[in-house]
């Protein structure tokens, strides 16, 4: 495990690494989520291993701290990230971000050129959602942060499941309903657009069940490769770690 100070008031980021050659890898978790937990399997496929490798847990989830006065914005997530990746001496990373740390992968690539040389999204999130009661962050942005921290974090468990709530458990409450909020919202400029206009090799992971993403054309003009991924929902790497493998070995290659 390795760690590093990345906010004024001595916040750490920590995550695990693997030790190998450049570039480096920097993969990003989902909401709730923790990148070792998720990504052990992956980084471990002989098709993947070789690269010095940062399983990075985002500030407020995972073994990172949990700090309550963090906006944990999408921006702020970002600015972390960066300011960890710096402090690990890495100055270009190749970036694998699933889910929310899909948006703040984008968002990390958008806020710091020349840091992110190659972006793979996984079932990332890259538009805004309506709030609805339910699993997800659509469903803990229902909350204001009062009524989750008065007892919207139960209802959440209830509804998150085992699995999930075996690393959700580990988030700071209030990281937990300000990501998911800010992750609803629209960003400025919007995520998507931010995507179309990355000057850098940019691959999106999605589940092949689910069919063609919304604007599929666009983000093809825009030099996105999508890639179905067959046998697996949301959680990829998980779900269908050979296929996952396979498919970033590609992006990455």
């Known amino acids: 495990m390795r760690d590093a100070t990345v906010t004024p008031n001595g916040d750490r980021i920590r995550w695990v690494e693997i030790p190998g050659r450049e570039p480096v890898r920097l993969y990003l978790h989902g909401l709730g989520a923790s990148s070792p937990v998720y990504y052990a399997a992956a980084a471990a496929h002989p098709l993947l291993t070789g690269h010095r490798s940062l399983l990075l847990d985002l500030l407020g989830f995972g073994i990172s701290d ?28 190749e970036v694998i971000g699933h889910s ?119 983000l093809r003009a825009a030099g996105v490769v999508l890639e179905a991924v067959p046998d697996c929902g949301h959680n990829i790497m998980i779900d269908n770690p050979e296929g996952f493998a396979r498919a970033v070995a590609a992006a990455l290659a």
């Open 100 to 218: 929310l740390g899909g948006a703040v992968a984008i968002a990390l690539a958008h806020r710091h050129p020349g840091l992110v040389t190659r972006l793979v999204l996984v079932d990332a999130v890259i538009d805004p959602v309506t709030p609805s009661r339910g699993p997800g962050s659509s469903g803990i942005a229902t909350f204001t942060e009062e009524e989750f921290l008065a007892g919207g974090r139960e209802q959440v468990e209830q509804w998150a499941g085992p699995f999930w709530w075996a690393t959700m458990r580990l988030a700071g409450p209030e990281a937990l309903h300000r990501s998911a909020v800010h992750r609803c919202r629209a960003t400025v400029p919007p995520l998507r657009e931010q995507l179309h206009g990355l000057d850098l090799p940019r691959t999106f992971l999605h589940p092949g069940a689910d069919g063609e993403l919304p604007g599929a054309d666009r």
């Open 66 to 93: 949990r700090p309550a006065d963090f906006p944990y914005t999408l921006e702020a997530h970002a600015d972390a990230v960066a300011a960890a990746v710096r402090a690990a001496g890495a100055e270009r990373v």
